[in-house]
């Protein structure tokens, strides 16, 4: 596709219901970022994937969240047991090349904006 | 660790009207700099970059340079016009941390009226 893709644009819970969140990367795109934006915050990382393998998951916030890109391309981040200080808006950012962050070239998408009541 | 500050918002202005958003960064080691923005509905776009001091970075009229002595990143724009109301975000990247993030200042509104 042209850009980024995030679905569902919004998405309200109920506290205590597990949620999955897609992002489709650009094609061919080889790098995957998920982030987290609080309201009226900067956006804080999540984790990252090249390709299929995630190698830095360390902005995850608790081990209820757990994210997968099993084929290199689409990636899906899951959150179980949503609690209201989950209610966020989610981006996905993909990158061409695996050292992309080096040069700041990220794509983002529209954002998933959660709501856990 | 590593951080971005930058001025709250929102900073209103009336066309043609000069604009400044202060940066100012700490990082343990040789960081990128950038600013994205975000205009109303649309995903976060990289407005420009500079990946070592002195470097000046410029798009659509706006223009940032790296002050190292100053772990300093402004963004300025001579003469704005009402499509640049949007949301700015300055960010850093540093190659001795993890390359895979970015940390994000707060973001600052600008409201720009005809």
């Known amino acids: 596709g042209a850009g980024v893709s995030q679905s569902p644009r919004y998405k309200v819970a109920k506290r205590g219901q597990d949620v999955a969140l897609r992002c489709d990367p650009i094609s061919g795109h080889v790098s995957l970022f998920w982030y987290q934006q609080a309201l009226g915050q900067g956006p804080e990382f999540l984790t990252y994937f090249q390709n299929e393998a995630q190698l830095d998951k360390s902005g995850l916030p608790s081990d209820r969240f757990f994210a997968e890109r099993p084929e290199g391309s689409v990636s899906t981040l899951k959150i179980q047991r949503t609690q209201q200080e989950d209610s966020a808006v989610y981006l996905c950012?993909?990158?061409?090349?695996?050292?992309?962050?080096?040069?700041?070239?990220?794509?983002f998408g529209e954002g998933s904006r959660l709501t856990v009541l | 660790g590593n951080s971005v500050t930058q001025m709250e918002g929102p900073v209103t202005l009336s066309e043609e009207a000069f604009l400044t958003i202060n940066c100012t960064y700490t990082a343990t080691g040789y960081p990128s700099l950038f600013w994205y923005v975000q205009y109303p509905g649309e995903g976060l776009q990289l407005l420009l970059k500079a990946t070592k001091a002195d470097d000046k970075g410029s798009n659509k009229g706006f223009e940032a340079t790296y002050r190292k002595e100053t772990t300093s990143f402004h963004l300025e724009k001579g003469s704005v016009q009402v499509s640049d109301s949007a949301v700015y975000f300055c960010?850093?990247?540093?190659?001795?941390?993890?390359?895979?993030?970015?940390?994000f200042g707060a973001g600052t509104q600008v409201v720009v009226t005809p």
């Open positions: 960010a850093l990247s540093d190659l001795t941390d993890s390359w895979g993030k970015l940390q």
């Open positions: 950012a993909s990158s061409l090349r695996d050292r992309g962050i080096s040069t700041g070239e990220l794509f």
